[in-house]
């Protein structure tokens, strides 16, 4: 495989802190050997290859599933589980120049659909993954923002078909999100969840329908129908690409330069005691983001434990983890100053992938017939890549998605310079931080 991170990024380094490893145990699969043949393989077990085999293992068809770690290892069963909107990175003027108002509002139901999707699966598959928070609220870290906000609301409206509501600072208090912020506004749709014990379920689920997944498989390459990992081989008629940000570059070689991996850290405190959350005045258990371009999302979660996140380190390395995570402790102890002696015993950092078109791509590969792939959900991969595999389910099954967007249907662009494409991150970056301020 053709990588284009440190080592590092593989390892079970930067995931060792995790906290959803303590919540639930994912059962192990056996690695592939041998010869084996199916209809359809599947390269990576998270949300979007797993959502992918469980709609085509209930729908009959022998699905394979090939993870070079485990379920869940990658970004599915380390993420902050916000199943929210989102997914691409446009504004609504650039929809609108792409696409047309109805391409634009076509992507924006897509979003909504998605976290349906994930709601109706976890009530059907009888999935329990600690789930809270009634839609979304954002934060305003900014006046200017706070100004902004009716503007939102309006934009709300009309992309997603319900209203939002604009909190003012003083209402924040009253309804116990106290904090640095000048005003909010929060939707109905989205709410949190445990990401691995989303996986796990999906795993499960898929396994049950009758599709079989291998652990510790790496697909090292896919040839004339034949996936070759070091100890077997799988022919199969239909390939499904489902390995986002820990794609290689020649897995297919079409991804070569077509993802760019971004790094995303989380801290996890231990339980907050009822008076450390009435002292802090921070006792809404509602999923939270600020109004950042490097945005921070946080959320108090049912064992009143709190969740914050941000991006990450731009280079993948344990010395770099460390720092981001420094940051990240002192971005918490700025927001929730009351809680600065609060041990987080729970740090840990994970890749997200985002596409040079700015959308998501789910589809069949350019030139590949029975290829497909789907990646790139600019961070917003909850919902978003359970959505993808669905659609790539009815691809390969020759269905009509109900939603597919052309912005979707869109082959991913080529960043420039290659494997170094990540070189640009930083000045990106010093970009945001200084609008930021
Ligand atoms: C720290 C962090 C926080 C996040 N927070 C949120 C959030 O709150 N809400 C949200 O919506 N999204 C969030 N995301 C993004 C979301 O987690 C991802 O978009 C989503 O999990 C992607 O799912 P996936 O199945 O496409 O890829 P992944 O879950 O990354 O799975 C890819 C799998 O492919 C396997 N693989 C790679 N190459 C090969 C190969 N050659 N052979 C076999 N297997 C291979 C890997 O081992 C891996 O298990 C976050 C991500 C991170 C890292």
């Known amino acids: 495989m053709k990588r284009i991170l440190s080592d590092y990024a593989y390892s079970d380094g930067p995931k060792s802190g995790c906290w959803w490893d303590d919540t639930i145990d994912i059962s192990a699969n056996p690695s592939l050997t041998g010869d084996h043949s199916t209809d359809v393989a599947i390269i990576g077990a998270g949300f979007t290859g797993l959502s992918a085999a469980l709609h085509l293992a209930e729908a009959g068809v022998d699905v394979t599933v090939l993870d070079a770690r485990h379920v869940g290892w990658g970004a599915s069963g380390r993420n902050g589980g916000f199943?929210?909107?989102?997914?691409?990175?446009?504004?609504?003027?650039?929809?609108?120049?792409?696409?047309?108002?109805?391409?634009?509002?076509?992507?924006?139901?897509?979003?909504?659909?998605?976290?349906?999707?994930?709601?109706?699966?976890?009530?059907?598959?009888?999935?329990?993954?600690?789930?809270?928070?009634?839609?979304?609220?954002?934060?305003?870290?900014?006046?200017?923002?706070?100004?902004?906000?009716?503007?939102?609301?309006?934009?709300?409206?009309?992309?997603?078909?319900?209203s939002a509501a604009v909190h003012s600072q003083e209402?924040?208090?009253?309804?116990?999100?106290?904090?640095?912020?000048?005003?909010?506004?929060?939707?109905?749709?989205?709410?949190?969840?445990?990401?691995?014990?989303?996986v796990a379920g999906l795993a499960s689920a898929a396994q049950a329908a009758g599709a079989r997944i291998f652990d510790n498989s790496p697909v090292i390459n896919v040839e004339n129908g034949v996936l070759t990992t070091p100890q077997g081989r799988v022919a199969t008629k239909n390939v499904i690409v489902a390995t986002n940000a820990y794609s290689s570059e020649n897995v297919p070689n079409w991804l070569a330069g077509r993802y760019m991996p971004v790094q995303s850290t989380v801290l996890v405190t231990r339980p907050l005691t009822g008076d450390e959350l009435q002292e802090a005045g921070w006792t809404s258990l509602q999923a939270c983001y600020d109004s950042?371009?490097?945005?921070?999302?946080?959320?108090?979660?049912?064992?009143?434990?709190?969740?914050?996140?941000?991006?990450?380190?731009?280079?993948?390395?344990?010395?770099?983890?460390?720092?981001?995570?420094?940051?990240?402790?002192?971005?918490?102890?700025?927001?929730?100053?009351?809680?600065?002696?609060?041990?987080?015993?729970?740090?840990?950092?994970?890749?997200?992938?985002?596409?040079?078109?700015?959308?998501?791509?789910?589809?069949?590969?350019?030139?590949?017939?029975?290829?497909?792939?789907?990646?790139?959900?600019?961070?917003?991969?909850?919902?978003?890549?359970?959505?993808?595999?669905?659609?790539?389910?009815?691809?390969?099954?020759?269905?009509?998605?109900?939603?597919?967007?052309?912005?979707?249907?869109?082959?991913?662009?080529?960043?420039?310079?290659?494997?170094?494409?990540?070189?640009?991150?930083?000045?990106?970056?010093?970009?945001?931080?200084?609008?930021?301020?």
């Open 83 to 162: 199943c929210c909107l989102g997914g691409g990175r446009l504004e609504d003027s650039a929809l609108d120049a792409r696409f047309g108002k109805d391409g634009r509002l076509e992507w924006h139901a897509t979003q909504r659909e998605a976290v349906d999707l994930v709601r109706s699966l976890l009530d059907r598959l009888g999935i329990d993954a600690d789930t809270h928070s009634d839609g979304e609220t954002m934060l305003a870290h900014k006046p200017k923002h706070q100004r902004a906000l009716d503007e939102y609301a309006t934009h709300i409206e009309e992309n997603y078909g319900v």
């Open 171 to 198: 209402e924040l208090s009253d309804l116990g999100m106290n904090g640095p912020f000048f005003g909010g506004i929060t939707h109905p749709i989205g709410f949190a969840l445990n990401p691995r014990k989303y």
């Open 292 to 437: 950042r371009n490097l945005l921070h999302y946080f959320r108090l979660m049912p064992d009143n434990r709190m969740l914050f996140g941000m991006r990450g380190a731009v280079f993948s390395s344990s010395a770099a983890d460390a720092k981001a995570q420094e940051k990240a402790h002192q971005d918490f102890e700025k927001m929730f100053p009351a809680w600065a002696h609060v041990e987080r015993p729970h740090a840990w950092s994970g890749f997200v992938s985002l596409a040079r078109n700015g959308l998501p791509f789910a589809g069949e590969v350019p030139g590949q017939p029975g290829m497909f792939a789907g990646l790139c959900y600019h961070g917003n991969g909850v919902a978003m890549g359970s959505y993808t595999g669905q659609i790539l389910a009815k691809l390969v099954l020759g269905e009509k998605p109900k939603l597919y967007p052309k912005g979707m249907q869109t082959p991913l662009k080529r960043f420039p310079f290659g494997g170094a494409r990540r070189a640009v991150l930083p000045v990106a970056y010093a970009g945001f931080a200084l609008s930021d301020m």
